[in-house]
């Protein structure tokens, strides 16, 4: 009885072993694949705020060259005021 309970203690020593050894691996493989996770999604957020950036540059760009529009004309839109002011005064004499 002595030697069948020593067998079955090694046999449970070993298979609690292998089951240690195939949970590390488990372990192991889930911490890569959530690093990988990690990686891949912070090459996702580079990229979107290099895009972003590239957005804000052209807006930047683009609302400065109206602001110079705006400026160039507004001289224009002031002699036409003058034009049609000196008009309507015509008119009504």
């Known amino acids: 009885?002595?030697?069948t309970n020593d067998v079955l203690l090694k046999k449970i020593n070993l298979d609690t072993k292998k089951m240690m050894?195939?949970?590390a691996d488990l372990h192991a493989?889930?911490?890569f694949r959530i690093e990988e996770e990690i990686k891949m999604v912070q090459k996702?957020?580079?990229r979107d705020n290099?895009?972003?950036?590239v957005?804000?540059?052209k807006n930047v760009e683009r609302m400065s060259g109206t602001s110079d529009n705006i400026a160039k004309h507004s001289g224009y839109f002031h002699t036409l005021a003058v034009?049609?002011?000196t008009l309507?005064?015509?008119?009504?004499?």
């Open 21 to 23: 050894a195939h949970v």
């Open 55 to 57: 957005i804000q540059t």
């Open 29 to 31: 493989d889930v911490i």
């Open 1 to 3: 009885m002595r030697e």
């Open 50 to 53: 290099a895009d972003r950036q």
């Open 83 to 85: 034009i049609l002011a």
């Open 88 to 93: 309507i005064e015509n008119v009504n004499m």
């Open 44 to 46: 996702m957020r580079a």
